[in-house]
């Protein structure tokens, strides 16, 4: 028996293993997207079977309704300001963290990991009242801004790690060449770290997608109302039509699909870059 067969019988296992979770996985997002092009009494005499007819109204009927791209669109843009405002102030304060030496640094530093372990469901009453006083509710600012400052922990340790591990002969050189800090973080530190950057970003988007209590809190205008929201609403009003109900998710879920299908390997790579440099 050859080497390589050897490590192939090995690893067999591991595959069965992968193979069976994939599959666990995939069904239930098979069996809603096929359930989508059925009608109900379909479902109810042919559950488990292929569409016969098929039916796509369920689906361009979905796909014609305003409401459902205004929260598609509540959901893109509010992902993308908490993204960046996440990003951005969580690179400046690990590039802080990371490159300079003052008293109560690991003292600060603690206590953004202690956020970490903060769950959000505790906050949401001081948090309802707080964006009430400040005028927040029905603004997409009431929901960036709790999402970015619930996001600063993770996105701090994550780049403050990546930050340290770049060589401070590189800084020295920098400074001897009459680069400034700000400089050195903003041309050379920040080009050098797009992997990290790329890695947190996707974790930023995707929490904020599926975020589902904070825009329901600070949403009552249909208007705002993002993609887990207009889900549930959609599901309240057309419980009795299950088809149309496993259409709407299917549609609800394949940006973050698509998303995570392009992002993956970025993803995948910044986790893996961190690893090997821890």
Not at 199 to 209: E, Q
């Amino acid at each position: 028996m050859t080497a390589a067969l050897r490590r192939g019988l090995r690893s067999m296992p591991l595959y069965a293993t992968v193979w069976l979770v994939g599959i666990v996985m995939v069904t239930p997002l098979l069996y809603a997207l096929i359930s989508g092009f059925k009608s109900n009494d379909q479902l109810s005499s042919n559950t488990f079977g292929l569409p016969s007819p098929w039916v796509t109204e369920n689906y361009t009927g979905i796909l014609g309704d305003s409401a459902f791209w205004r929260s598609l669109g509540s959901s893109t843009v509010i992902a993308l300001g908490s993204t960046a405002l996440t990003v951005g102030a969580a690179a400046l304060a690990a590039f802080a963290l990371a490159r300079f030496a003052f008293r109560g640094r690991e003292t600060l530093f603690t206590l953004f990991t202690v956020g970490l372990m903060f769950p959000f469901a505790v906050a949401i009453l001081p948090l309802f009242i707080m964006l009430r006083t400040f005028g927040l509710l029905d603004n997409p600012w009431g929901v960036i801004l709790p999402q970015a400052a619930f996001g600063l922990p993770v996105t701090v340790v994550i780049l403050r790690a990546f930050f340290r591990e770049i060589p401070g002969e590189l800084e020295e050189a920098a400074t001897i060449d009459g680069c400034s800090a700000f400089g050195f973080f903003w041309r050379i530190l920040l080009p050098m770290a797009r992997p990290a950057l790329g890695t947190v970003s996707v974790l930023a988007v995707v929490g904020s997608w599926n975020n589902f209590l904070l825009p329901l809190l600070v949403f009552s205008d249909p208007s705002w109302w993002t993609i887990p929201v207009g889900v549930q609403q959609f599901q309240g009003q057309y419980s009795s039509d299950v088809a149309r109900v496993c259409a709407y998710l299917v549609l609800a879920m394949a940006p973050a699909l698509a998303f995570y299908a392009v992002a993956e390997r970025q993803l995948i790579g910044g986790i893996t870059l961190g690893a090997t440099k821890g």
